[in-house]
């Protein structure tokens, strides 16, 4: 197994040498350590120059974390990916026994791992809506995002059949690429903790959830149009899509943007008979 480690990184100098460093402590040493810099203004590119060596660079203009994970996966040479977001952590221990749970069960394309959140410097429990599962977890998948780019491996083979990230989407990237492998791809969780997802901070994207769930109501359609579903599959995503848009609709109605407001609430009709 030859295995491949992307951490994309926006001005977060801040955080980004606790992330570099807990790949580079890891039990289970990783073939090649790609930070990607999307086009950082901060100190980020003198920080990663400490380094040498130990890492690969690859600098860009700022296009989003979708791209900036595609350049990634572009300059690997893994057939093992694994990413980690430059506000995350590892634990010493989590590439070595996510290499272990593949290695016993070797039909695995794709698995994640449990995960400790701090937010603004305090740990705190996940809410019942970020429960995680194992498995064809597509229907899980549809309300939110429980599957953090920070804690999976994934085989190239995925990416190759499904495609890479959207880079059309400024956020929730991540949520749209897993409805498109769960249709294809059981995502299999080691329960263990094995990350830690710092928040709190100013520029975290889940800060603007109405933007958010218009993406998510993007991924949606996109999904019921891709002609992957199963019957099951649809009739959930389109429950899901009622509900959002629902919600998303009003809003828009409730904050003078009628016409947007009236597309929305009007949307889930052409899906409803299949």
Not at 65 to 74: F, K, Q, T, V
């Amino acid at each position: 197994m030859k295995l491949s480690v992307i951490i994309p990184t926006y001005n977060r100098a801040m955080f980004l040498k606790a992330a570099v460093d807990s790949v580079l402590c890891q039990t289970r040493t990783a073939d090649e350590v790609i930070v990607v810099d999307d086009g950082s203004t901060d100190a980020t590119p003198e920080l990663l120059g400490d380094y040498g060596e130990k890492i690969s660079v690859i600098t860009t203009p700022n296009k989003g974390p979708g791209a900036a994970r595609n350049r990634g996966i572009e300059a690997a040479r893994g057939d093992w990916l694994a990413f980690l977001d430059s506000d995350d952590v590892w634990k010493p221990k989590k590439l070595e026994k996510q290499v272990r749970f593949i290695e016993k069960q070797p039909e695995t394309k794709i698995c994640q791992t449990g995960e400790i959140w701090i937010r603004n410097g305090t740990r705190v429990n996940p809410k019942k809506k970020h429960e995680m599962f194992s498995g064809w977890i597509y229907e899980q998948c549809l309300p939110l995002c429980i599957v953090s780019p920070s804690s999976v491996m994934i085989h190239r083979a995925v990416f190759e059949k499904i495609g890479l990230f959207d880079e059309g989407l400024p956020a929730c990237e991540d949520y749209d690429l897993w409805l498109r492998i769960t249709p294809h791809y059981p995502i299999y969780l080691v329960r263990e903790p094995l990350i830690v997802k710092q928040g709190g901070h100013s520029d975290q994207q889940s800060r603007k959830i109405p933007f958010l769930d218009r993406l998510r109501i993007k991924a949606i359609v996109k999904s019921l149009e891709s002609g992957d579903l199963t019957e099951n599959q649809y009739r959930a995503a389109v429950k899901e899509l009622e509900k959002k848009c629902r919600v998303y609709g009003n809003g828009c109605l409730k904050r003078g943007k009628t016409k947007e407001g009236e597309r929305c609430l009007l949307l889930p009709e052409k899906y409803r008979e299949g």
